[in-house]
């Protein structure tokens, strides 16, 4: 993979550039207990929406959509979010080479934002404290559409509105951790770097059909 290749570079957060240590999962479980009055499911967070998230949980809990309003759910999990955070009980960190890989790119002129699964103020709570927040202006989220193949050309229009400038799917780069990711990637035409810092491996990865697969970002 070539830097210059890219204009428009989209960083998924959890499992690509940071892993909460359990932080995010516990907010949702616990955010989703106090909602719904009853003990949370297991979750699969890999790759999913929060919105999607959210359906899954109203499924389990046997709730209709319109039952709940979705942001009073939202307010309780980035509370929860922020204090788990906060308190130092769950051992977070950045994955290896993160920064560098992120200026490596601006420093050759590419827009850079966040594609995630996250909503708008849950990745803006994380990359916050992991003090990368200054590298992200814009973004598309889990909160703009459940099914993440929909976020990716939300992200080039914010770019493009933001900078004044248009951007191709073919000069764009989706970076993640999972196979979710990569069919993002593909759904909006774009290329995308795989890291096997998630749950996935190299070879799942590779076999999922992403353009390029590092084991982490420290590798160019
Ligand atoms: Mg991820």
Redesign the pocket.
């Known amino acids: 993979m070539h830097f210059t290749d890219y204009d428009l570079v989209l960083y998924?957060?959890?499992?690509?550039l940071v892993d909460t240590g359990g932080a995010g999962m516990a907010a949702l479980s616990e955010a989703a207990e106090q909602f719904f009055g009853a003990p949370s499911p297991t979750l699969d967070l890999?790759?999913s929406t929060d919105l999607g998230i959210v359906k899954n949980l109203l499924d389990h809990y046997g709730r209709s959509n319109s039952s709940i309003d979705i942001n009073d759910f939202f307010e309780l999990y980035h509370d929860r979010l922020e204090a788990n955070l906060a308190s130092g009980l769950f051992a977070g960190y950045i994955h290896p080479g993160v920064a560098e890989h992120i200026t490596t790119f601006t420093n050759h002129g590419a827009a850079v934002g966040l594609l995630t699964g996250n909503t708008s103020r849950g990745a803006a709570i994380k990359m916050k404290h992991f003090l990368l927040d200054h590298h992200f202006s814009f973004g598309a989220y889990g909160d703009d559409f459940a099914d993440r193949n929909l976020l990716g050309p939300v992200a080039m229009n914010r770019a493009s509105l933001l900078l004044g400038k248009s951007f191709s799917p073919q000069r764009t780069l989706v970076i993640?951790?999972?196979p979710k990711?990569i069919a993002c990637a593909k759904a909006m035409g774009a290329s995308c770097l795989a890291v096997a810092t998630?749950q996935f491996s190299m070879e799942s990865l590779h076999d999922h059909g992403a353009t390029y697969v590092l084991q982490n970002l420290t590798k160019k």
């Open positions: 998924d957060i959890d499992g690509t890999a790759g993640g951790d999972t990711d998630g």
